[in-house]
């Protein structure tokens, strides 16, 4: 059985929405502290596929909860653990190489007051929703980000199975992903994706209040979250894009936590009485990708090979992250457990490569392009200044372009961008974003090579062993002849906080504000 929105669900799911709204907040939570969070970016919607970015999973990750949890904090793990625990799936069996069958927690509730059951679930992960053609029109991404989906099925009211249309061995961890974040099936169907993503409801432990573009989140603690009761009152995700104005909004008592700074702002904080600087490495990698669609120089491999060559990551590290970031070993890293190669080298560094190949291509200091935002990825701006003398010492000329918002993608030569590595697997990105018709081809031109197309579609319905080892390695050695894009380096993400709350922050982008992780002396 799959699921059908009907116009009874649809009409009776809308009068929970208004019942609810009516209710008067618990005095409860009124009495605990409010938690005000100066963050780097708001989004303008909070449907939780579409506000992925840097800054929009925080507050998804409040809102919603994944049907399978990764738990962050699993034996020991300072934050970047990766086993897979009960969610609001209770348990799950994997059947074959194509479906998983999982049996979901009773007793579950959406902000309004309605229980989870399969239905939700289904339709989180249905073709009409997420995947299928349609969909795409509304939620463009919804396919990049997974596998080859088949049409879930209900068992009954509280298991559900997911299905690939193809092998797939990574279900699991995409059900532990941002793309499965659990919503309402006759709630969101009645509003559409557009409407959902101004009015949200989901299962997490904190419910919408409002949303004021690029200003504001508020959320109100959801006492009946299966997982327990919030720690904190109201809370707020708060825009202050300049990192200055955080620390002095921290310092002064406007803000309890700020996010996005460095490691050259933690001694300020530290020194400080009530303050201090939380870190740590986060699954995502800053790079420049190149825009080939724009400028036909930028189609031959060996300009882009050559741009790349003259990049000192372990300078960049130790300038801007006083060696604290993680400087990978190609498009390779060791959270992605059995696709990881602890053996590969380096991103090669030849500056003298470099000039060969542009005495190849014929360049003779045509201007190229590099668009870097100051506000959206810490100290990418202060890496273009620090690449630009690396570059001028081939004879490149790459004009730098500074904006603030790194929310729209400007049409230029090269842009810095991230990428967040949403499962613990090598399929995240060479695959998701990177792979055929993923983001890099189909909006930035990357005409992606046969080879390249073929090895991941075998690495996407391979189960891990030496074969999928070997092919991933394959598509490094294409990746890193091809030169899409530059990899860096993955950031040491620092937060800064009062010392009276206690809060770690987790490896992934968002931030986990759960009982288990927040609390206040």
């Known amino acids: 059985m799959t699921f059908r929105p009907t116009r009874r669900t649809v009409l009776a799911g809308g009068a929970a929405l208004a019942a609810a709204s009516t209710l008067p907040m618990p005095a409860i939570a009124q009495s605990r502290p409010a938690l005000r969070i100066g963050a780097n970016g708001i989004r303008n919607t909070l449907e939780p ?80 929703r997420l995947w299928g053609d349609e969909a795409l029109n509304s939620i463009p991404n919804g396919r990049n980000f997974s596998p ?23 279900i699991e961890k995409f059900a532990a992903s941002w793309i499965a974040w659990v919503i309402p099936a006759d709630y969101y169907a009645n509003l559409g994706a557009e409407g959902f993503g101004q009015s949200p409801i989901g299962t997490g432990p904190y419910k919408f209040v409002e949303l004021r573009a690029d200003d504001r989140v508020v959320l109100e603690p959801f006492d009946e979250y299966w997982g327990g009761q919030p720690a904190s009152g ?49 699954e995502n990698f800053h790079m420049g990708c190149f825009q080939q669609d724009l400028n036909p120089a930028l189609k031959d491999a060996r300009l882009r090979r050559a741009i790349a060559l003259c990049v000192n990551r372990p300078v960049l590290n130790e300038v801007l992250w006083q060696n604290l970031a993680d400087v990978p070993n190609g498009f390779n890293f060791a959270f992605y457990g059995e696709s990881y190669d602890p053996d590969r080298g380096p991103f090669e560094l030849n500056p003298d490569k470099a000039r060969t190949l542009l005495d190849e291509v014929g360049y003779n200091g045509e201007e190229i392009e590099y668009l870097a935002y100051t506000h959206y990825y810490a100290n990418h701006a202060n890496a273009l200044m620090m690449m630009l003398e690396m570059w001028k010492d081939v004879g490149l000329n790459i004009k730098p372009r500074l904006e603030g918002n790194g929310d729209n993608f400007a049409k230029v030569d090269i842009f810095n961008w991230s990428n967040g590595m949403q499962i613990p697997d090598a399929m995240a990105t060479m695959v998701t974003e990177f792979g055929p018709g993923r983001t ?82």
């Open 49 to 128: 596929i579409n506000a992925i970015s840097n800054v929009g999973v925080r507050v998804s990750n409040a809102l919603f909860d994944t049907l399978i949890k990764r738990d962050f904090f699993a034996n020991g793990a300072e934050g970047n653990g990766t086993a897979l625990v009960g969610g609001p799936a209770e348990s799950w069996e994997r059947e074959n190489d194509r479906s998983v069958l999982v049996t979901l927690r009773q007793g579950v509730k959406f902000h309004n007051g309605q229980e989870m059951t399969a239905e939700d679930v289904a339709y989180t992960f249905s073709e009409a």
């Open 148 to 170: 080859d989906w088949d049409e879930p099925e209900i068992v009954s009211k509280y298991q559900v199975r997911l299905r690939t249309k193809t092998p797939s061995y990574q």
């Open 234 to 282: 109201e809370l707020q995700f708060i825009n202050v894009p300049d990192s200055t104005a955080r620390v002095a909004g921290l310092l002064s008592g406007e803000y309890d936590i700020i996010t996005t700074l460095t490691p050259t702002d933690m001694p300020l904080i530290d020194s400080q009485r009530d303050f201090d600087a939380r870190g740590i490495v986060v």
């Open 440 to 521: 890099v081809q189909s909006r930035y031109g990357w005409e992606v090579p046969e080879e390249y197309a073929t090895l991941a579609t075998d690495v996407s319905q391979l189960p891990d062993g030496p074969e999928r080892f070997e092919k991933f390695n394959r598509m490094r050695d294409i990746f890193e002849e091809e030169v899409p894009a530059m990899i860096y380096y993955r950031p040491y993400d620092v937060y800064a906080a009062r010392s009276n709350i206690s809060w770690k922050p987790i490896s992934f982008e968002m931030m986990d504000l759960r009982p288990y992780n927040l609390s206040f002396a």
